[in-house]
């Protein structure tokens, strides 16, 4: 089955750090750039960072950069985000996203995770 | 950065009517745009992309239209379930935008 699946999300007081997981199995990983994009409760979505399928090019929205760090493990088809710096306006679901065309810059997303939830708040 | 505005925030229509959605760029995103329907504690799904095309699945009533700044969804008659929220995201550059989303509820 064609999916990702992430994990580690959690409480954390402002100024601390995480490392969100997304584990991608049914497709060729390493051939696929990868996204998170992330939601505040209730609000809409935004979209975080994003990797290459080598991890060689890696993009940030200007809300996380400095902050956060996306890496991935192409042996273990997995996606990482290490986010530092916490603040309370990161409180948000964090989804991992899989583009829908390997090879390039077809950033359309077309298989989400059902998320991790990050609380920062002391 | 470009700027995606989405209108109206809301949507009040019954089922069988037909719903148009705006999605306005603040600068030129070629056809790269895409829509994705949202309901409450599901991930997105991709519905149109490169702003006309239905992604695999995707019923015939839904329909994409626009270039450059404008962009529009239509559904061409509401079914139950197209009850949900709706946002745009272009690839034109980076970063990646989405819009801030239409809600589509039942009158």
């Known amino acids: 089955e064609v999916q990702v699946l992430e994990s580690g999300g959690g409480l954390v007081q402002p100024g601390g750090s995480l490392r969100l997981s997304c584990a991608a199995s049914?497709?060729?990983?390493?051939?696929?750039?990868m996204s998170w994009v992330r939601q505040a409760p209730g609000k809409g979505l935004e979209w975080v960072s994003a990797?290459?399928?080598?991890?060689?090019?890696?993009y940030y929205a200007d809300s996380v950069k400095g902050r956060f760090t996306i890496s991935r493990d192409n042996s273990k088809n997995t996606l990482y985000l290490l986010m530092s710096s916490l603040r309370a306006d990161d409180t948000a679901a964090y989804y991992c996203?899989?583009?829908?065309?390997?090879?390039?810059?077809?950033?359309?997303?077309?298989?989400w995770g059902r998320g991790t939830l990050v609380t920062v708040s002391s | 950065e470009i700027v995606l505005t989405q209108s109206p925030a809301t949507l009040s229509l019954s089922p069988g009517e037909r719903a148009t959605l705006s999605c306005r760029a603040s600068?030129?995103?070629?056809?790269?745009l895409v829509w994705y329907q949202q309901k409450p504690g599901q991930a997105p799904r991709l519905l149109i992309y490169?702003?006309?095309n239905r992604a695999t699945g995707i019923p015939a009533r839904f329909s994409g239209s626009g270039s450059g700044t404008d962009f529009t969804l239509t559904i061409s008659s509401l079914e139950p379930e197209d009850f949900a929220v709706y946002y745009c995201?272009?690839?034109?550059?980076?970063?990646?935008?989405f819009g801030g989303g239409t809600k589509v509820e039942i009158k």
């Open positions: 996203a899989k583009p829908t065309r390997p090879y390039g810059d077809y950033w359309y997303f077309d298989l």
């Open positions: 049914g497709f060729s990983f390493n051939s696929y750039g």
């Open positions: 990797i290459s399928e080598s991890g060689g090019s890696t």
């Open positions: 600068q030129s995103v070629s056809r790269y």
């Open positions: 490169d702003a006309s």
């Open positions: 995201q272009h690839r034109s550059s980076w970063p990646l935008t």
